[in-house]
């Protein structure tokens, strides 16, 4: 599929690199007043996803949204992608000039679908076996046999299981190269109420999918 720009691509990724260097210092990222309407006025799941030196170092995000609009979807992603990604150590502050972002943002909800109709590089996948499921994102494999596997390894089910499998359409945001953070306030995180979960969730980036 054409990669197109997208149009505030470049404030999308700066979110994101903001609030990830907040997230590891211990501090609160709050959003700048001139965030685009069409961040802030939208709701859908994001996912975020760390890449170092060529491979996958950490990814986080939710199918559905979470949160008021996009803007606080990606904010709560860099926020999980520090530590609730349990197949990886959680993320360092040396670390994060060294990881390139890439953002995922849900536009439609999964349908099912049969294999032979999925798109790699276009269409997210779900698949679900019983209250086992898993997502693969486009960017996560070139092949519809590989975003299968992939997804049957995530969710720990055998090859062989009958499974439901669901597509669903994204944008993706890439950021060309890790940059230096961009600068924005940001305030000690305060201590949690009791009983309080939080709920999962340069260059010119470049988005597909828009």
Known sequence: MPVEPFPHAKQAIAIARNALEAAVQGKTYR??????????????????TLVKNGK?????????????HIAEEIVASARGVLTRDTRFPPLRADEIDRVRIILTIVISPPQPTSPARIRPREHGVLVRSGNRSAVVLPHEGRTVR??????????????????DVYVFRVVTIEEPTPP???????????????????????EAPLARGW
Do not use: N, Y
């Not at 309407?37 to 996912?47: D, I, K, N, Q, Y």
């Not at 950490?58 to 008021?68: F, I, Y």
């Open 146 to 163: 590989r975003m299968l596997t992939l997804a049957r390894q995530k969710a720990r089910i055998r090859e062989g299981e009958a499974v």
């Open 180 to 202: 230096k953070p961009l600068r924005s306030p940001a305030v000690p995180a305060p201590p949690p109420p009791a009983g309080h979960a939080e709920r999962p969730l340069s």
């Open 31 to 48: 959003l700048p007043r001139d965030v685009p309407p069409e961040l802030t006025s939208r709701r859908a799941g994001v996912f975020l």
């Open 56 to 68: 996958l170092r950490a990814c986080w995000g939710t199918l559905e949204p979470q949160h008021r």
